[in-house]
């Protein structure tokens, strides 16, 4: 998979986030809207990768991780987001609910509109959510 792959797939994913809130399927619209924004940090971990450079044993392991705050080092936008969340409270905000997001939502059955609506704000936020910040650096 390469990073044009890992792009495509995080525009399909938040898709069909959406397709799914509009169907009333709250549990697998919030696992895919989160899946997304996985997607968009392994874009930007994959942008990182020379071409022909042998990979970095603890940077391919960590590349992995399903773990959104794990992959903000990993791609190596701690920096960034800790700037970004300083002057942007909206950002923050967004943050704060997308960084709790686990590929373990897959086996919820209880979560509701409420929590799926907000992921999917907080990603899809045209001026502060976290998917656009992400795409600045993919």
Not at 43 to 65: E, G, H, M, R, T
Not at 105 to 126: E, H, M, P, V
Request: a neutral charge; one cysteine or more; hydrophobic letters at 45%.
């Amino acid at each position: 998979m390469n990073k044009a792959e890992l792009e495509i797939l995080a525009e399909i994913r938040i898709l069909e986030a959406e397709a799914l809130l509009a169907a009333n399927q709250f549990n697998g619209a919030y696992y895919l809207a989160g899946y997304a924004l996985e997607c968009a940090f392994k874009a930007c971990i994959a942008k990182k990768v020379n071409q022909y450079d042998f990979p970095n044993k603890k940077l391919a392991i960590d590349s992995y991780s399903h773990d959104l705050a794990l992959l903000v080092g990993v791609a190596g936008l701690q920096q960034e987001l800790l700037k970004k969340l300083k002057v942007d409270k909206s950002f923050a905000l967004n943050w704060a609910v997308a960084k709790d997001w686990s590929e373990q939502a897959r086996y919820d059955s209880n979560i509701g509109q409420a929590k799926a609506n907000d992921l999917y704000s907080a990603i899809t936020d045209k001026d502060n959510g976290v998917l656009s910040w992400l795409k600045t650096f993919w």
